[in-house]
């Protein structure tokens, strides 16, 4: 540590080309500009009260139920609990029937609101609901968990800790939908409330609700089963529990069909980080709550398994990587001569991409006061771009070779770099990816290879010889104005998009779902596949019905 040479400040952001890479999205935490820890932190501080209003389950765990959250308005979780045989429980979309399914109402739902969505909840995607309704979501037990968990507390004992600990979860949801999804209330129609003004707000106060029922039910069930003898859920193991969540290709297209958007919640990152890297000093507090989150870290890494070959890899270099930055920090002067500056400055040099991304979600921590307000740039409510038809092409082919170098270098005539194709299944209208070369699907891709669409632009103005606006160009030419379109926004939003071939023949989807995660508040990516994830949410944080007397901030970080 004597030999570094002394630090100066730098406030400037990262630049694209190295935050941008499939390889460090992959690699993203979660953080305090989380959609998740936005919610908790909103509602603690506004002082958010909540209530189970109906509950009328029977002692075969069928029935419906209502809980509110009253904030500003009220939503209301609408409830409808089944009877699910274990033969027909599954995560994959095209499922037809779950152990649960759910609705976020806009306001305190009649009897009448009821029924109606008694004849669509269950039914999913095959049923509809209305602009009153924010989300439509469902879950599934898990098999591992659930019955042990019953039987234990029917008993009057607690369930095992260690089973407890190596799944996480007593339901995981397999789809929260919003924004328009099956008559769902569009994103416009919230999005001018500050309570609903971050992104996935709506759809993340869904699944906070969703985990208080889960562990009511659990405890209604072992009570109808073991009459006076059962006990409920001691507290520090139900608030372990989280809701876990199968995700899978249907979330990859969002980082690339948003670009803005995408823009937005790395800007807000990068900026925070910036800021917190700047800061010439700090205070022992704040010196002391980074020692001690970065500690909880590490024991919730610990706990962190998977048999996936990526996630088996990547854990491989994440943990000895954090003994390293422990060993680092046992001598680190956290206080004064810029410090998180000569951290990271450190960690870029010594440790893994995941560590390093691990150590700034930590440098944030103690600076809500310096970042929070960040995340209200994190929302897009502008609507589609419009194309700037004024624009010079000299102009246009600068932004190309600023902004795409990686993909104007990429040799697109080979197989691998094409080995891919996106496409929508006409059964589900989710979307899937095939293999160019081997399925006849490439009459039915989608535009999700921008790498690809921008090398063709730039190749078509090189040959170009009329006038030299954009406008001229793309009315000869309008198969690229997607291309332009995405051009002309990352000229103004740098992190808008993903710096890496997302048809290559060595894409690991996995890489977006978990950057779209983290920044959901997800812990502990669990691959089944390079093409979907299960994750965990809301462990350690309380229940609403505990919330007003238990500061969330740092609840995603397990106790010592």
Same mark, same amino acid.
């Given at each position: 540590?004597?030999?570094?040479? *002394?630090?100066?400040?730098?406030?400037?952001?990262?630049?694209?080309?190295?935050?941008?890479?499939?390889?460090?999205?992959?690699?993203?935490?979660?953080?305090?500009?989380?959609?998740?820890?936005?919610?908790? $932190?909103?509602?603690?501080?506004?002082?958010?009260?909540?209530?189970? /209003?109906?509950?009328?389950?029977?002692?075969?765990?069928?029935?419906?139920?209502?809980?509110?959250?009253?904030?500003?308005?009220?939503?209301?979780?609408?409830?409808?609990?089944?009877?699910?045989?274990?033969?027909?429980?599954?995560?994959?979309?095209?499922? *037809?029937?779950? %152990?649960? /399914?759910?609705?976020?109402?806009?306001?305190?739902?009649?009897?009448?609101?009821?029924?109606?969505? $008694?004849?669509?909840?269950?039914?999913?995607?095959?049923?509809?609901?209305?602009?009153?309704?924010?989300?439509?979501?469902?879950?599934?037990?898990?098999?591992?968990?659930?019955?042990?968990?019953?039987?234990?507390?029917?008993?009057?004992?607690?369930?095992?800790?260690?089973?407890?600990?190596?799944?996480?979860?007593?339901?995981? /949801?397999?789809?929260?939908?919003?924004?328009?999804?099956?008559?769902?209330?569009?994103?416009?129609?919230?999005?001018?409330?500050?309570?609903?003004?971050?992104?996935?707000?709506?759809?993340?106060?869904?699944?906070?609700?969703?985990?208080?029922?889960?562990? %009511?039910?659990?405890?209604?069930?072992?009570?109808?089963?073991?009459?006076?003898?059962?006990?409920?859920?001691?507290?520090?193991?139900? $608030?372990?529990?989280?809701?876990?969540?199968?995700?899978?290709?249907?979330?990859?297209?969002?980082?690339?069909?948003?670009?803005?958007?995408?823009?937005?919640?790395?800007?807000?990152?990068?900026?925070?980080?910036?800021?917190?890297?700047?800061?010439?000093?700090?205070?022992?507090?704040?010196?002391?709550?980074?020692?001690?989150?970065?500690?909880?870290?590490?024991?919730?890494?610990?706990?962190?398994?998977?048999?996936?070959?990526?996630?088996?890899?990547?854990?491989?270099?994440?943990?000895?990587?954090?003994?390293?930055?422990?060993?680092?920090?046992?001598?680190? %002067?956290?206080?004064?001569?810029?410090?998180?500056?000569?951290?990271?400055?450190?960690?870029?040099?010594?440790?893994?991409?995941?560590?390093?991304?691990?150590?700034?979600?930590?440098?944030?921590?103690?600076?809500?006061?310096?970042?929070? %307000?960040?995340?209200?740039?994190?929302?897009?409510?502008?609507?589609?771009?419009?194309?700037?038809?004024?624009?010079?092409?000299?102009?246009?082919?600068?932004?190309?070779?600023?902004?795409?170098?990686?993909?104007?270098? /990429?040799?697109?005539?080979? $197989?691998?770099?094409?080995?891919?194709?996106?496409?929508?299944?006409?059964?589900?209208?989710?979307?899937?990816?095939?293999?160019?070369?081997?399925?006849?699907?490439?009459?039915?891709?989608?535009?999700?290879?921008?790498?690809?669409?921008?090398?063709?632009?730039?190749?078509?103005?090189?040959?170009?010889?009329?006038?030299?606006?954009?406008?001229?160009?793309?009315?000869?030419?309008?198969?690229?104005?997607?291309?332009?379109?995405?051009?002309?926004?990352?000229?103004?939003?740098?992190?808008? *998009?993903?710096?890496?071939?997302?048809?290559?023949?060595?894409?690991?989807? #996995?890489?977006?779902?978990?950057?779209?995660?983290?920044?959901?508040?997800?812990?502990?990516?669990?691959?089944?596949?390079?093409?979907?994830?299960?994750?965990?949410?809301?462990?350690?944080?309380?229940?609403?019905?505990?919330?007003?007397?238990?500061?969330?901030?740092?609840? #995603?970080?397990?106790?010592?």
């Amino acid at each position: 540590m004597s030999d570094m040479p *002394e630090p100066r400040p730098a406030a400037a952001l990262r630049p694209a080309g190295q935050v941008m890479t499939l390889e460090r999205l992959g690699s993203l935490h979660q953080s305090r500009l989380s959609f998740m820890r936005v919610l908790l $932190r909103r509602l603690f501080r506004n002082g958010w009260h909540f209530e189970r /209003t109906v509950w009328d389950i029977d002692a075969d765990g069928v029935g419906h139920a209502v809980y509110s959250a009253k904030g500003p308005r009220t939503y209301s979780l609408v409830v409808f609990a089944h009877d699910l045989p274990d033969e027909l429980r599954s995560d994959r979309v095209i499922a *037809e029937a779950w %152990d649960a /399914t759910f609705s976020l109402f806009d306001g305190v739902p009649t009897s009448e609101d009821i029924e109606r969505l $008694r004849a669509n909840v269950p039914k999913q995607e095959a049923g509809r609901v209305s602009e009153r309704e924010l989300t439509l979501s469902r879950a599934n037990r898990s098999v591992r968990l659930w019955g042990h968990v019953v039987d234990a507390l029917a008993a009057g004992r607690q369930p095992d800790p260690a089973q407890i600990a190596s799944v996480g979860y007593l339901m995981r /949801t397999t789809a929260v939908y919003g924004s328009g999804k099956f008559g769902a209330a569009d994103r416009e129609v919230i999005a001018d409330r500050p309570e609903l003004n971050p992104p996935f707000q709506a759809e993340l106060l869904s699944v906070y609700l969703i985990r208080w029922f889960v562990r %009511d039910l659990v405890e209604h069930m072992a009570t109808s089963q073991g009459g006076a003898s059962a006990v409920r859920l001691a507290p520090e193991i139900a $608030r372990s529990l989280g809701i876990g969540n199968s995700t899978g290709l249907g979330m990859a297209p969002f980082l690339v069909n948003h670009p803005q958007l995408f823009n937005n919640w790395i800007m807000a990152r990068e900026t925070a980080f910036a800021r917190v890297r700047a800061l010439p000093s700090a205070t022992e507090d704040e010196a002391a709550l980074f020692r001690d989150l970065f500690a909880r870290s590490c024991a919730s890494v610990d706990l962190w398994a998977s048999e996936h070959p990526l996630q088996v890899e990547k854990l491989a270099a994440l943990r000895p990587d954090l003994d390293r930055a422990g060993a680092y920090l046992t001598e680190a %002067d956290l206080v004064s001569g810029h410090p998180w500056f000569r951290l990271w400055r450190w960690a870029e040099a010594e440790l893994c991409i995941d560590a390093q991304e691990l150590l700034i979600s930590l440098m944030l921590e103690p600076y809500g006061s310096l970042i929070d %307000d960040l995340v209200f740039e994190m929302a897009d409510n502008s609507g589609t771009a419009r194309i700037d038809g004024a624009m010079s092409l000299n102009r246009l082919q600068d932004i190309l070779r600023r902004g795409y170098s990686w993909a104007l270098e /990429t040799n697109w005539a080979e $197989r691998q770099a094409q080995a891919r194709a996106w496409y929508v299944s006409a059964e589900k209208l989710e979307p899937r990816l095939g293999e160019r070369f081997d399925e006849p699907i490439e009459d039915y891709e989608q535009p999700l290879a921008p790498g690809r669409d921008v090398a063709a632009l730039y190749r078509a103005l090189e040959g170009w010889d009329g006038a030299p606006t954009v406008a001229a160009f793309a009315i000869a030419h309008p198969e690229h104005r997607s291309a332009i379109r995405r051009a002309q926004i990352l000229a103004q939003a740098p992190y808008a *998009e993903i710096q890496g071939n997302t048809i290559d023949a060595a894409l690991m989807p #996995i890489d977006m779902l978990r950057a779209k995660l983290s920044f959901f508040g997800a812990i502990h990516f669990d691959p089944r596949s390079d093409r979907w994830v299960r994750i965990c949410m809301y462990s350690g944080a309380p229940y609403p019905d505990e919330l007003a007397s238990n500061d969330p901030e740092f609840s #995603i970080y397990p106790p010592m």
